[in-house]
DNA sequence: CCTCCACCGGAAAGCCGGGTCA
DNA sequence: TGACCCGGCTTTCCGGTGGAGG
């Protein structure tokens, strides 16, 4: 019977004899301690300390490559901060958004409304209307809201800086003894200050913080130290964690990729029955890792878009390892004639194939060949059998992909 | 040193399917 | 119900631009 199936699986998983407690390795937990950001849990936590007080602390501006501790240092301040205003009897909140997920105006707003108890509509309303429902909400309050955006470049990269601006200056819009509001700005985007216009560079970098990625030894620590609660003694073979470190610190020192690896590689491990994890398991992890990432990418690809992918894998298949957004794209117009979908322009394609690039599944970088014009050289970046298999999952787009495999 | 190619990328605006509000 | 607003995707228009070749 299935059930007797289950069981054994359920079995096997309880017995683990490889993970204790397999959360500590998830990219949400926030760890009681945070190796070697002792410096930057100090600056941010004497920054907002002033909260505490009652008064309004400095608009916060964060910068730091992924995985550098950003959003887990903010995070750990701002619960221990709240624990202590609630200790002393001081009002003290915080918003957390990630615009990258909650990517326009209207939806910052809207769970910013939603951390002081003020709920709105998902849509429907205008932007102004759930400002002024925010402010209102404000003025019924009292104590400091703190209101982080994470990775906010990807906000103002897309809306502009309007939002921002706005939130710097609500201040002045409240009356005395309303709540206050500070911000924490996150990014990952070393040029994102060129992007603001001055008043907001000035009033959201009051206080400056700048992240350094961690070098394969930090990283090393971050593992161990995660390692020890995650995984039963012993369980972890000898390099593990060093390789584990090692092919994070070639992606600039990325700490949620390095925990990602060590996770997955558990993971492969326990399934198969295993009682230690090995470098072989982490080498597979690092696969499955990328093969996911790329099938999730591709997934929510808007159509054109995974058209113009498959078009470069056609490409590709003709002996075409790289080419130029001209030739890309009038390879894209005929599968797209061909498969009877009207093409899009070139001005189009053109975003389609930075949004590819930002997304890690193609390389496009900008050349000029004097004469010849300047545009981007394209290739794939990601496994082309994996893009193709992602593709296929789109029965149109697979159907395609199975007729020409294989020929010119 | 200048030209001029093959694009780049900003700005504005339109369309569409989804939603709210009174 | 109709007026209004949203985000996502797209078009139209157009002012740049790095550098090989003249």
Redesign the pocket.
Known sequence: MSGDVLDEVFERVMASRVFRDRDVLSPDYIPDRLPHREEEIRSLGSVLAQALKGSRPSNVFIYGLTGTGKTAVTLYVLRRLVAKARSIGVNVLYAYVNTRQR?????VLADIAASIGVR?????????EVYARLVRGLVRRRGVLIVVLDEVDWLVK?RGDDLLYKLTRIGYELPRGAMQVSLVGITNDVKFVDMLDARVRSSLGEEELVFRPYNAEQLEDILRERAEKAFHPGVLEPGVIEYCAALAARVHGDARRALDLLRVAGELAEREGASSVSVEHVKRAWDVIERDRVFEVIRSL????RIVLLSLVLLRWRGVKST????L?NAYSLVAERIGI???????V?????ELDMLGVIN?R???????????IITLSADPDTVVEALSVDPLLGRVLRRLRGRG
């Open positions: 990517d326009t105006a209207y939806k709105v509509p998902f849509t429907g309303l205008s932007t102004a897309r808007p159509l054109q878009a130029t957004t001209g030739e794209y009207d093409p899009v322009t070139q001005r189009r053109s975003d389609i194939i930075n496009a900008i050349v000029s060949r004097g004469r010849y014009g300047k545009t981007r």
